[in-house]
């Protein structure tokens, strides 16, 4: 039974930090490709950050690109979010997600079919 679980979200004032963490039980994170996405009100659930272990590669989306980085702990079976300069445009609900392969898009919510249950973060 696979089962992510989501934590460290929250409401921070615009440039400000947040880390959100996800631990991974059921599957192992390291031979995965594990992700963060998020879907604000009204509008698509969107890729936001990818980390493939194979080989440590990373994808970002544009809109925070430089400003995000994802991570992982795989003694821990966790996976990060470190979110820095804190936007209100990314106040949203944040999902950890898997995938057994790399998606190509590797950013494309419809690839992944395992997800935890959210996070909510809310910047002002």
């Known amino acids: 039974h696979v089962q992510l679980v989501e934590s460290g979200g929250g409401s921070m004032q615009a440039g400000g930090s947040l880390r959100l963490s996800c631990v991974a039980s059921?599957?192992?994170?390291?031979?995965?490709?594990m992700g963060w996405f998020r879907q604000a009100p009204g509008k698509e659930r969107e890729g936001v950050a990818i980390?493939?272990?194979?080989?440590?590669?990373?994808y970002y989306d544009d809109s925070v690109s430089g400003r995000f980085t994802i991570s992982q702990d795989s003694a821990k079976n966790t996976v990060y979010l470190q979110m820095n300069t804190l936007k209100p445009e990314d106040t949203a609900m944040y999902y950890c997600?898997?995938?057994?392969?790399?998606?190509?898009?590797?950013?494309?919510?419809?690839?992944?079919?395992?997800w935890g249950q959210g996070t909510q973060v809310t910047v002002s």
């Open positions: 980390i493939h272990t194979n080989g440590g590669r990373t």
């Open positions: 997600a898997a995938s057994a392969v790399l998606p190509n898009p590797a950013l494309d919510p419809q690839w992944y079919h395992e």
């Open positions: 059921g599957i192992d994170p390291a031979n995965y490709c």
